[in-house]
Protein backbone atom coordinates (compact mmCIF):
# COMPACT_ATOMS: atom_id res chain seq x y z
CA UNK A 1 0.00 0.00 0.00
CA UNK A 2 2.61 2.60 0.68
CA UNK A 3 5.18 3.55 -1.81
CA UNK A 4 7.58 5.67 0.40
CA UNK A 5 8.57 4.48 3.78
CA UNK A 6 10.80 4.53 6.30
CA UNK A 7 13.90 2.43 5.85
CA UNK A 8 15.15 1.83 9.60
CA UNK A 9 12.43 -0.02 9.71
CA UNK A 10 11.64 -1.61 6.80
CA UNK A 11 14.76 -2.35 4.91
CA UNK A 12 13.66 -4.23 1.84
CA UNK A 13 10.73 -2.34 0.48
CA UNK A 14 7.91 -5.33 -0.90
CA UNK A 15 5.11 -2.71 -1.86
CA UNK A 16 7.24 -1.22 -4.41
CA UNK A 17 10.58 -3.52 -4.87
CA UNK A 18 11.76 -2.67 -8.03
CA UNK A 19 11.12 -1.11 -11.93
CA UNK A 20 9.60 -4.42 -13.06
CA UNK A 21 7.09 -5.28 -10.41
CA UNK A 22 4.90 -4.39 -7.51
CA UNK A 23 2.09 -5.29 -5.45
CA UNK A 24 -1.44 -3.65 -4.55
CA UNK A 25 -2.99 -7.10 -2.61
CA UNK A 26 -4.00 -4.43 -0.12
CA UNK A 27 -5.71 -2.06 -1.83
CA UNK A 28 -7.88 -4.88 -3.09
CA UNK A 29 -6.36 -5.74 -6.10
CA UNK A 30 -7.16 -9.33 -6.30
CA UNK A 31 -10.37 -8.78 -4.09
CA UNK A 32 -12.61 -10.14 -7.02
CA UNK A 33 -14.35 -13.14 -8.28
CA UNK A 34 -12.53 -13.13 -11.38
CA UNK A 35 -8.94 -12.21 -10.28
CA UNK A 36 -7.18 -13.91 -13.27
CA UNK A 37 -4.16 -11.57 -14.62
CA UNK A 38 -5.99 -10.97 -17.48
CA UNK A 39 -9.13 -9.48 -15.72
CA UNK A 40 -6.59 -7.37 -13.77
CA UNK A 41 -4.80 -6.10 -16.46
CA UNK A 42 -8.28 -4.86 -17.96
CA UNK A 43 -9.55 -3.28 -14.70
CA UNK A 44 -6.18 -1.51 -13.72
CA UNK A 45 -5.86 -0.24 -17.17
CA UNK A 46 -9.62 0.63 -17.04
CA UNK A 47 -8.81 2.62 -13.69
CA UNK A 48 -5.51 4.56 -14.71
CA UNK A 49 -6.64 5.62 -18.03
CA UNK A 50 -9.96 7.04 -16.81
CA UNK A 51 -8.22 8.48 -13.62
CA UNK A 52 -5.76 10.32 -16.09
CA UNK A 53 -8.43 11.81 -17.68
CA UNK A 54 -10.36 12.71 -14.56
CA UNK A 55 -7.62 13.29 -11.80
CA UNK A 56 -6.93 16.99 -13.21
CA UNK A 57 -9.85 17.80 -13.72
CA UNK A 58 -10.66 17.14 -9.90
CA UNK A 59 -13.64 15.21 -11.47
CA UNK A 60 -13.73 12.74 -8.71
CA UNK A 61 -17.26 12.12 -9.14
CA UNK A 62 -17.26 11.91 -12.55
CA UNK A 63 -14.69 8.73 -12.43
CA UNK A 64 -16.71 7.02 -9.90
CA UNK A 65 -19.84 7.34 -12.09
CA UNK A 66 -17.94 6.32 -15.50
CA UNK A 67 -16.14 3.42 -13.20
CA UNK A 68 -19.09 2.06 -12.00
CA UNK A 69 -20.59 1.70 -15.56
CA UNK A 70 -17.70 0.21 -16.93
CA UNK A 71 -16.39 -2.19 -14.33
CA UNK A 72 -17.40 -5.54 -14.95
CA UNK A 73 -16.17 -7.70 -12.18
CA UNK A 74 -17.89 -8.30 -8.37
CA UNK A 75 -16.44 -8.48 -5.98
CA UNK A 76 -15.25 -11.02 -3.73
CA UNK A 77 -15.81 -10.34 -0.35
CA UNK A 78 -17.72 -7.22 0.40
CA UNK A 79 -16.78 -6.27 3.71
CA UNK A 80 -12.64 -6.02 1.97
CA UNK A 81 -12.31 -2.62 0.16
CA UNK A 82 -11.66 -2.66 -3.73
CA UNK A 83 -9.90 0.65 -4.03
CA UNK A 84 -11.03 3.07 -6.92
CA UNK A 85 -7.57 4.76 -7.19
CA UNK A 86 -5.36 1.29 -7.99
CA UNK A 87 -3.41 1.49 -10.97
CA UNK A 88 -0.67 1.02 -13.11
CA UNK A 89 1.96 3.88 -12.07
CA UNK A 90 4.18 3.76 -14.67
CA UNK A 91 4.53 3.72 -18.81
CA UNK A 92 5.48 0.75 -19.25
CA UNK A 93 2.68 -0.63 -16.77
CA UNK A 94 5.07 -3.03 -15.26
CA UNK A 95 4.09 -1.47 -11.79
CA UNK A 96 1.31 -1.58 -9.57
CA UNK A 97 0.15 1.80 -7.58
CA UNK A 98 -1.92 3.87 -5.90
CA UNK A 99 -2.67 6.80 -8.32
CA UNK A 100 -3.95 9.13 -5.48
CA UNK A 101 -0.27 9.08 -4.27
CA UNK A 102 1.13 12.76 -4.30
CA UNK A 103 4.51 11.03 -5.88
CA UNK A 104 2.42 10.09 -9.28
CA UNK A 105 -0.06 13.09 -8.76
CA UNK A 106 2.27 16.33 -9.06
CA UNK A 107 2.56 16.79 -5.00
CA UNK A 108 -1.41 16.15 -4.40
CA UNK A 109 -1.89 13.81 -2.30
CA UNK A 110 -5.45 12.49 -2.72
CA UNK A 111 -5.45 9.32 -0.66
CA UNK A 112 -8.15 10.83 1.69
CA UNK A 113 -10.92 10.05 -0.75
CA UNK A 114 -10.24 6.46 -0.58
CA UNK A 115 -12.26 4.06 2.46
CA UNK A 116 -8.81 4.43 4.16
CA UNK A 117 -7.50 7.35 4.71
CA UNK A 118 -4.20 8.49 4.26
CA UNK A 119 -2.27 8.16 7.05
CA UNK A 120 -3.72 4.47 7.18
CA UNK A 121 -2.93 3.57 3.52
CA UNK A 122 1.28 5.60 4.54
CA UNK A 123 1.31 3.66 7.45
CA UNK A 124 0.16 -0.04 6.44
CA UNK A 125 2.64 -2.80 6.39
CA UNK A 126 1.09 -6.19 5.38
CA UNK A 127 2.35 -9.53 7.27
CA UNK A 128 5.16 -10.07 4.58
CA UNK A 129 7.47 -7.43 6.28
CA UNK A 130 6.99 -8.75 9.71
CA UNK A 131 6.63 -12.13 9.07
CA UNK A 132 9.04 -12.71 6.17
CA UNK A 133 12.54 -12.96 6.96
CA UNK A 134 14.89 -11.25 4.96
CA UNK A 135 15.86 -14.02 3.18
CA UNK A 136 12.27 -15.18 2.40
CA UNK A 137 11.74 -11.70 1.07
CA UNK A 138 14.30 -11.53 -1.41
CA UNK A 139 13.98 -14.57 -3.11
CA UNK A 140 10.21 -13.87 -3.79
CA UNK A 141 11.40 -10.29 -5.22
CA UNK A 142 14.68 -12.14 -7.19
CA UNK A 143 12.53 -14.96 -8.41
CA UNK A 144 9.47 -13.18 -9.50
CA UNK A 145 9.69 -10.11 -11.87
CA UNK A 146 5.76 -9.36 -12.82
CA UNK A 147 3.28 -7.76 -10.77
CA UNK A 148 0.42 -10.20 -10.74
CA UNK A 149 2.54 -12.94 -9.55
CA UNK A 150 4.54 -11.06 -7.22
CA UNK A 151 1.44 -9.84 -5.21
CA UNK A 152 -0.07 -13.15 -4.88
CA UNK A 153 2.96 -14.49 -3.16
CA UNK A 154 4.57 -11.72 -1.44
CA UNK A 155 0.97 -11.76 0.55
CA UNK A 156 0.85 -15.81 0.92
CA UNK A 157 3.11 -16.13 3.80
CA UNK A 158 2.21 -19.71 4.59
CA UNK A 159 3.41 -20.86 0.85
CA UNK A 160 6.58 -19.03 1.34
CA UNK A 161 7.35 -20.12 4.32
CA UNK A 162 6.47 -23.61 4.08
CA UNK A 163 8.24 -24.09 0.63
CA UNK A 164 11.62 -22.50 3.09
CA UNK A 165 10.60 -25.41 5.53
CA UNK A 166 10.59 -28.12 3.27
CA UNK A 167 13.59 -27.29 1.45
CA UNK A 168 15.02 -26.90 4.86
CA UNK A 169 14.65 -30.06 5.74
CA UNK A 170 15.75 -31.44 3.00
CA UNK A 171 18.68 -30.14 2.85
CA UNK A 172 19.67 -29.71 6.56
CA UNK A 173 20.60 -26.15 6.57
CA UNK A 174 19.26 -22.92 6.10
CA UNK A 175 19.20 -21.70 2.35
CA UNK A 176 21.54 -19.26 2.21
CA UNK A 177 21.65 -16.13 -0.30
CA UNK A 178 24.57 -16.75 -2.57
CA UNK A 179 23.30 -20.06 -3.35
CA UNK A 180 19.89 -19.02 -4.00
CA UNK A 181 20.72 -15.88 -6.27
CA UNK A 182 21.97 -17.91 -9.36
CA UNK A 183 19.32 -17.64 -12.56
CA UNK A 184 18.80 -21.72 -11.95
CA UNK A 185 17.59 -21.53 -8.57
CA UNK A 186 15.78 -18.61 -8.83
CA UNK A 187 13.99 -19.91 -12.07
CA UNK A 188 13.24 -23.00 -9.91
CA UNK A 189 12.08 -21.14 -6.93
CA UNK A 190 9.53 -19.17 -9.67
CA UNK A 191 8.49 -22.40 -11.47
CA UNK A 192 7.49 -23.37 -8.42
CA UNK A 193 5.42 -20.14 -7.24
CA UNK A 194 3.80 -20.25 -10.57
CA UNK A 195 1.55 -23.29 -9.20
CA UNK A 196 -0.10 -20.55 -7.74
CA UNK A 197 -1.21 -18.91 -10.88
CA UNK A 198 -1.86 -22.16 -12.86
CA UNK A 199 -2.95 -24.83 -10.30
CA UNK A 200 -5.20 -27.66 -12.40
CA UNK A 201 -6.17 -28.25 -8.86
CA UNK A 202 -7.99 -24.69 -7.97
CA UNK A 203 -11.49 -25.32 -6.27
CA UNK A 204 -14.59 -23.72 -8.21
CA UNK A 205 -15.45 -22.33 -4.50
CA UNK A 206 -14.51 -18.17 -4.09
CA UNK A 207 -11.20 -18.24 -2.74
CA UNK A 208 -8.17 -16.29 -2.30
CA UNK A 209 -5.55 -18.20 -0.97
CA UNK A 210 -6.34 -19.68 2.12
CA UNK A 211 -9.48 -18.05 2.88
CA UNK A 212 -12.71 -19.41 1.88
CA UNK A 213 -15.52 -16.57 0.93
CA UNK A 214 -18.92 -16.30 1.56
CA UNK A 215 -21.12 -13.36 0.91
CA UNK A 216 -19.76 -11.41 3.66
CA UNK A 217 -17.03 -13.36 5.70
CA UNK A 218 -14.37 -15.14 4.90
CA UNK A 219 -12.69 -18.02 6.88
CA UNK A 220 -9.82 -20.25 6.69
CA UNK A 221 -10.51 -23.60 3.88
CA UNK A 222 -9.27 -26.99 5.40
CA UNK A 223 -9.13 -30.73 3.51
CA UNK A 224 -10.60 -32.98 5.53
CA UNK A 225 -8.37 -35.64 4.36
CA UNK A 226 -9.77 -38.60 7.35
CA UNK A 227 -13.40 -37.87 6.28
CA UNK A 228 -12.41 -38.04 2.84
CA UNK A 229 -9.91 -40.55 1.99
CA UNK A 230 -9.48 -41.94 5.46
CA UNK A 231 -5.90 -40.74 5.62
CA UNK A 232 -4.14 -38.53 8.44
CA UNK A 233 -3.10 -35.85 6.42
CA UNK A 234 -0.79 -34.37 3.52
CA UNK A 235 2.93 -33.33 3.96
CA UNK A 236 2.18 -30.82 1.98
CA UNK A 237 -1.07 -29.64 3.50
CA UNK A 238 0.31 -26.36 3.95
CA UNK A 239 1.13 -25.80 0.12
CA UNK A 240 -2.34 -27.24 -1.23
CA UNK A 241 -4.61 -25.11 1.23
CA UNK A 242 -2.87 -22.07 -0.07
CA UNK A 243 -3.13 -23.30 -3.34
CA UNK A 244 -7.03 -23.09 -3.34
CA UNK A 245 -6.85 -26.63 -3.82
CA UNK A 246 -10.03 -29.19 -4.13
CA UNK A 247 -9.99 -32.71 -5.24
CA UNK A 248 -12.34 -34.72 -6.64
CA UNK A 249 -10.27 -38.34 -5.55
CA UNK A 250 -7.60 -39.70 -4.06
CA UNK A 251 -5.46 -39.58 -6.99
CA UNK A 252 -5.89 -36.39 -7.67
CA UNK A 253 -4.51 -35.54 -4.23
CA UNK A 254 -1.67 -38.05 -5.18
CA UNK A 255 -0.65 -36.20 -8.33
CA UNK A 256 -1.01 -32.70 -7.11
CA UNK A 257 1.63 -33.68 -4.33
CA UNK A 258 4.00 -35.41 -7.08
CA UNK A 259 3.46 -32.23 -8.70
CA UNK A 260 5.00 -29.74 -5.78
CA UNK A 261 7.55 -32.66 -5.01
CA UNK A 262 9.03 -32.30 -8.71
CA UNK A 263 9.20 -28.66 -8.13
CA UNK A 264 10.91 -28.64 -4.53
CA UNK A 265 13.27 -31.02 -5.94
CA UNK A 266 13.82 -29.74 -9.05
CA UNK A 267 14.64 -26.04 -6.88
CA UNK A 268 17.06 -28.23 -4.27
CA UNK A 269 19.09 -29.71 -7.55
CA UNK A 270 19.78 -26.28 -9.17
CA UNK A 271 20.71 -24.78 -5.49
CA UNK A 272 23.21 -27.68 -4.39
CA UNK A 273 24.70 -27.46 -7.69
CA UNK A 274 25.62 -24.11 -6.54
CA UNK A 275 26.24 -24.72 -3.43
CA UNK A 276 29.19 -27.26 -4.72
CA UNK A 277 30.45 -24.70 -6.91
CA UNK A 278 30.79 -22.08 -4.28
CA UNK A 279 32.63 -24.97 -2.40
CA UNK A 280 35.03 -25.41 -4.89
CA UNK A 281 35.86 -21.62 -5.58
S1 LIG B 1 0.01 -6.19 0.59
FE1 LIG B 1 1.94 -5.64 1.61
S2 LIG B 1 3.47 -5.57 -0.05
FE2 LIG B 1 1.42 -5.49 -0.98
S3 LIG B 1 1.00 -3.30 -1.22
FE3 LIG B 1 0.09 -3.94 0.73
S4 LIG B 1 1.67 -3.51 2.28
FE4 LIG B 1 2.65 -3.48 0.27
S1 LIG C 1 -5.65 5.50 -1.85
FE1 LIG C 1 -4.89 4.07 -0.30
S2 LIG C 1 -6.09 2.19 -0.62
FE2 LIG C 1 -6.29 3.45 -2.46
S3 LIG C 1 -4.70 2.74 -3.88
FE3 LIG C 1 -3.90 4.46 -2.70
S4 LIG C 1 -2.82 3.50 -0.98
FE4 LIG C 1 -4.23 1.96 -1.83
Not at 84 to 104: N, Q, S, T, W, Y
Not at 156 to 162: A, G, N, S
Not at 236 to 265: G, P, Q
Request: glycine share 4%; aromatic share 12%.
Amino acid sequence: MTMYMQEAYHPIHLCQPDCSKSCGACCGLYNWHDHSRSTLTALLSLQTELLAVHLPRNSIEAYRSERELRIESTKLCSDIYNCEFLGFIDPERKRVGCLAHPKVNNGNDLRDLCLYGRDICQNHFCPGYSCLTTIEQKAVIYSIDDWYLYGLIITDIDLVKEFFRQVENRIGDSIRERNLMHPAALKALRDFFLLKEHWPFKAAAPRLGKYFFTATEYTIARIDYQKRWGIPGSQYDKILVSLESDFSNREELHASERMIEEKINAFIAAYIAQQKLHSYG
